[in-house]
């Protein structure tokens, strides 16, 4: 167990594991909390997991997590590593199972409080329209062709199939598909998960809200996001579905045998790796990119089921329903992006587990109407509490890899909530706060009761004050469908 | 199932599942891990039809046997809805053969999504075999 003591204050807001408090380290651990925070993440065992991390070959920079770490496995959740590229490994660990898990986030200009009267409606019909549960078929079912097609091209393939609008490939990480792709190097046993999933939500802590602006922060920049106070808007965070499970399933299988090929010794074998310019690497790459895809496709499809929710429920009775999209995130994924290293710009392979890609001002990956503002980073609550709208920041790209954090973090095991809370105890208290709930389990509801997870605000005014985003909007949810 | 001779025991883990499972043999530890699994996606089956099914497997050790093993029935409960528990299982030279027979699942509390290599080892004991497996959900 890591001890606090074990750890080097480097502001109120920054720790340090310093390469030296293990001998197989590669490279420190820079922690991004407050005390308060670090007690909690001290609490479990992520710091042990963030340690194994620096163990992998290639490391450059350090190790960065966020304020919402929490323990994984191999990786922990909300952690950051960046490999030299190409000689550097690839760890399908440091990704995780539900390959570009995400979050989209659309907005109206229709105001919360008119649409009171049809909130009930709305949560009945987004729930009818988005399929939620593990294993539960999407809304589309696509012969092998297709679905090769679409793990290829993303949200484009939602857009030439009349799923998308130009402007919500514009307005996604990558456009929506992430170049690359091979579907070749995607198991059939994959691809029989993915198949019927697509435009589904799936289970754990994946949902689709309905929230209001509460509070903009930033006015000028919530009006480039395109955000108004006292507005509806929608988050959906899910991600790859069974085929990303299975991508992660198959090549942490295969990789047990590559790292003997490559000498690579590690402290767990969740953590194996291949180096990213070997044919275990490549193939690796070629299959995390396709599982990437359809994990854009998926959130585009349950976009365009909001919108028909949306419709169905607002055209004939009121104003300003069209949802716009904001921006699309993906908080587990590996990316090949250039980044200043020691006043050397190079090349590396940014692994993202549980943390928020935060491009500052300036950076060409970023639609233009946001390269003055930077990357909208979207941090979800825990249903009952706050979400935030953020922006990353030049000292994102200096201090974190471009990344900021991905929600409130959990801190109590789900067998624990599930002891503690009462489902449909929690689904009362959620509607007398005014919150509509739809829920596939309300066991499941239980184990992602907002007492699970940490302070969502405490985070968010982490990450602020270490400067690696700041503050747009503040979100309070309206409706929950959960699978 | 939970004996002294062999059983499962929930672990903590933050976010996901941990089990911690033991068993006189082998074969008994892949038994009571599987079961383990079942319990705690709370699966109910029906009475009927009864479903049969041969799973092989070869791999370099017997972490790797496991993880497949339980893989396969991840798959399967997702895919087929089916979930099995009860197994006919043979380990030898790293090869495993197991006919599982099983039925329909009525309800399900929870999926598992993947099975871990996590800190994953099969380890010896005075009265047989431990290991602790992390799944994710």
Known sequence: MIRIQDLTKITDYEWEIPQTFRHDMRVPVRIFATRTLLEHIASDKSLEQAVNAATLPGLVGSIVVMPDMHQGYGFPIGGVAATEFPSGVVSPGGIGYDINCGVRLLASSLQAEASAPFMNTLATLLNQYCPSGVGKEGVVNLNLPELERLMREGSRWAFKNGYATESDLARTEEGGCVEGANPAKVSDRAKTRGRTQIGSLGAGNHFIEVDWVEAVLDQDTASIFGLREGCLVVQIHCGSRGLGHQVCTDYVQDFQAAVHRYGIDLPDRELVCAPMDSPEGQAYLGAMRAAANFAFANRQLLAHSARRAFEETFSAKLKGWQLVQVYDICHNIGKIETHLVDGTRIKVCVHRKGATRAFGPGSPDLPPEYRQTGQPVLVPGSMGTASWVLAGTEMSMQNSWGSSCHGAGRMMSRSQAKHEIHGEDLRRTLEKQGIQVRAGSLTGLAEEAPSAYKDVDAVVETVVAAGIARKVARLRPLAVVKG | ?137
Do not use: C
């Open chain 2, 1 to 137: 199932m939970v004996s002294k001779d062999s059983g499962y025991k929930e672990q903590f883990h933050t976010a996901d599942w941990a089990l911690h499972v033991w068993a006189a043999s082998l074969p008994a530890l892949f038994v009571a891990a599987a079961r383990g699994m079942n319990n705690l996606s709370g699966a109910q089956t029906a009475q009927s039809p009864l479903v049969s099914r041969r799973f092989s497997a070869e791999a370099a050790d017997n972490e790797s046997l496991l993880v497949l093993f339980l893989s396969e029935l991840v798959f399967v409960a997702e895919q087929e809805h089916l979930i099995f528990n009860k197994f006919n299982l043979k380990i030898q030279d790293s090869k495993l053969n197991v006919l599982m027979t099983g039925a329909p699942i009525l309800s399900i509390s929870k999926y598992i999504k993947a099975v871990t290599y996590h800190n994953l080892k099969i380890q010896k004991t005075e009265t047989g075999f431990q290991v602790d497996i992390v799944f994710d959900v």
